[in-house]
């Protein structure tokens, strides 16, 4: 939906709201702050001598509404009242700062507005959109700070264009937000609009749609490691977070046996962690992926943690499962230990990436086809040249679309415009992305003619949430 018909349908919802809150309105009211891109009269009725109702300039700090009605019926106005629910029903394919500034249109928009059953149908909305129509999140680590920014879907998109052997576009990326990337403090992918990052002693929940926050209990790790993650049951709509504290490390590895696991489920009454029980011995990754409410992360295993493996966490039941991981040593990389493993989603299903051979630019993918039977399928392309790099390993694997593309951007920042490629194996095109205003907040910095500003994800599938309204 265009931003033009966002404004018309908020018009219509609006203006039909206060006219029924007044009754006799004889008079244009003076705007007393214009808005200059709704300078024409809009009319969304029909006219007669008796009755006519116009929408002129609107300014969203007042609220207010040019309303005239002409004719002897006061009433008139009233007849022309969109039901409430037909109103929440368009709203919904509102943008989130639209929806903020409404929110002080009537005590019966900001209770609806905030409710959960408005909430939860807003994010289903959301969901339901296009890959193509969703946007992208990206972290970078510069120093000390780990910087996130969001980046909406452009403008342009059509399926003949997308179809062609290249195409490209280019975006306008928002800051987020700052935290300091120090041990032991890690930051989640995104989950249906909301991100986790912190230490033990106060993990945050955050939403790049509102840039508001909320802080979790604290968790008594006594300086141990700590993983946490989040998912998001699609059957009550909530979202719950995963915490892993782990003991000490093996000798002769790294890796650590998890020794308690706790969860809290968000926003629904006292926030509390509750320990599970039933896990099978595993070292978690930081590797994660949420897919249709099931939750998975990389894990070793074995007497001397040295196998790599899938964890399933079922956010409803809160039932963990072992996915033996696919065998990816026949082209001598290692799913888990290579540095481009990635788990991401691919068509919907879960799938792991990697390259098989940069060299020649050869690329692996296994896809989960079957969780019981834990049966994986396999498939390598080979990409094409990489337009507009100098070198093909300044690019890394990040993620895959559910449209079954690849996403590869480069590993550091190194010019004021941030490339992102979507490459689609079975239709052998590129799609590029450029990403404007990343280093308008001074993210990367040369020493020694280096830059020192490296890209730690790229998230497509970034949706909007009225989560901390």
Avoid at 146 to 161: G, I
Avoid at 210 to 235: A, C, M
Avoid at 435 to 448: A, C, F, L, N, P
Wanted: glycine letters at 6%; charged letters at 20%; hydrophobic letters at 35%.
């Amino acid at each position: 939906m265009s931003s033009d018909t966002e404004e018309d349908l908020l018009d219509l919802c609006l203006g039909l709201s206060y006219s029924s809150s007044i009754p006799e309105q004889k008079q244009l009211e003076d705007d007393p702050i214009p808005n200059p891109n709704l300078g024409c009269t809009r009319q969304f009725f029909p006219q007669s001598p008796q009755q006519q109702i116009e929408i002129g300039e609107t300014s969203w700090r007042s609220r207010t509404k040019k309303i005239a009605a002409v004719g002897d019926d006061d009433d008139i106005a009233k007849s022309y009242t969109l039901p409430h629910e037909l109103e929440m029903a368009i709203a919904q394919w509102f943008p989130v700062k639209t929806l903020l500034r409404s929110l002080s249109v009537s005590k019966l928009w900001r209770s609806t507005i905030l409710s959960k059953d408005f909430r939860d149908a807003y994010l289903t909305s959301s969901l339901t959109r296009p890959q193509h129509k969703q946007g992208l999140l990206f972290t970078f680590i510069c120093r000390d700070n780990c910087f996130v920014f969001s980046a909406p879907a452009p403008d342009y998109y059509d399926d003949e264009a997308s179809s062609s052997s290249f195409s490209s576009s280019s975006v306008v990326a928002t800051y987020n937000m700052t935290h300091q990337s120090i041990s032991r403090v890690t930051i989640s992918p995104s989950v249906h609009g909301l991100i986790c990052y912190g230490p033990a002693s106060g993990l945050f929940i955050y939403n790049p749609s509102t840039r508001r926050s909320i802080v979790l209990p604290s968790i008594n790790s006594e300086y141990k490691r700590l993983n946490h993650y989040i998912g998001f049951d699609p059957v009550d709509s909530c979202y719950k977070v995963l915490c892993v504290t782990m003991g000490r490390p093996q000798v002769g590895n790294n890796f650590a046996l998890a020794e308690e696991l706790g969860v809290l489920t968000i926003g629904y009454g006292e926030q509390s962690w509750r320990m599970l029980e039933d896990v099978p011995p595993h070292s978690p990754t930081c590797d994660e992926m949420c897919i249709d409410g099931v939750l998975f992360f990389g894990a070793f295993t074995g007497a001397h943690l040295n196998e790599p493996a899938i964890m399933s966490f079922d956010v409803r039941s809160e039932k963990f499962r072992l996915i033996s991981g696919p065998d990816t040593t026949a082209g001598g990389n290692y799913f888990l230990t290579s540095s481009s493993s990635k788990l991401t989603s691919y068509k919907g299903k879960l799938a792991v990436l990697l390259f098989e051979d940069q060299v020649v630019r050869k690329v692996a993918l296994w896809v989960l086809e079957d969780a019981v039977n834990e049966e994986w399928s396999y498939k390598t392309f080979d990409l094409p040249s990489l337009l507009g790099w100098t070198t093909d390993f300044e690019l890394q694997l990040f993620s895959a679309t559910n449209a079954g593309e690849v996403i590869l951007a480069p590993l550091f920042v190194r010019a004021s415009t941030y490339r992102v490629l979507f490459y689609d194996p079975n239709k052998d095109s590129f799609r590029k992305i450029e990403i404007e205003g990343i280093t308008d907040r001074e993210v990367s910095h040369k020493v020694d003619g280096w830059w020192y500003c490296r890209a730690v994800s790229v998230f497509p599938g970034q949706v909007d949430t009225l989560m901390f309204l």
